[in-house]
């Protein structure tokens, strides 16, 4: 099993930034892809930002584009997204995922294999 324990979330005002990070811990493994979705109230799960972490390979959804960035330090198991210029679309729950396979595209939520708690995002406009 792999745990993920995700930080950094709260309020934001629009126009500002956050970091997100995701701690793994576990049986982590290295071919993998881990990544960021994201919830608003009465919404589905969608996807933000993911990284094959073997490759290094980047991907983001058209939303966030140019406004996020994410990495990993493989020397701590831990992905970072950072994200700049803040809407208050951005507003939602931030999941941080993992899959044992990677996924060298934007991935969907039902090819995750793990997910962590959650932390909340909120950009006051």
């Known amino acids: 099993q792999v745990q993920l324990v995700e930080s950094g979330g709260g309020l934001v005002q629009a126009g500002g930034s956050l970091t997100l990070s995701c701690a793994a811990s576990?049986?982590?493994?290295?071919?993998?892809?881990m990544g960021w979705f994201r919830q608003a109230p009465g919404k589905e799960r969608e996807f933000v930002a993911s990284?094959?972490?073997?490759?290094?390979?980047?991907y983001y959804a058209d939303s966030v584009k140019g406004r996020a960035t994410i990495s990993r330090d493989s020397a701590v198991n831990t992905v970072v997204l950072q994200m700049s210029r803040l809407k208050p679309e951005d507003t939602g729950v931030y999941y941080c995922?993992?899959?044992?396979?990677?996924?060298?595209?934007?991935?969907?939520?039902?090819?995750?294999?793990?997910w962590g708690q959650g932390t909340q995002v909120t950009v006051s406009s």
């Open positions: 995922a993992a899959s044992r396979v990677p996924i060298l595209r934007k991935s969907r939520a039902d090819e995750q294999d793990y």
């Open positions: 990284i094959a972490w073997t490759f290094g390979m980047t």
């Open positions: 576990g049986r982590t493994f290295t071919t993998y892809t």
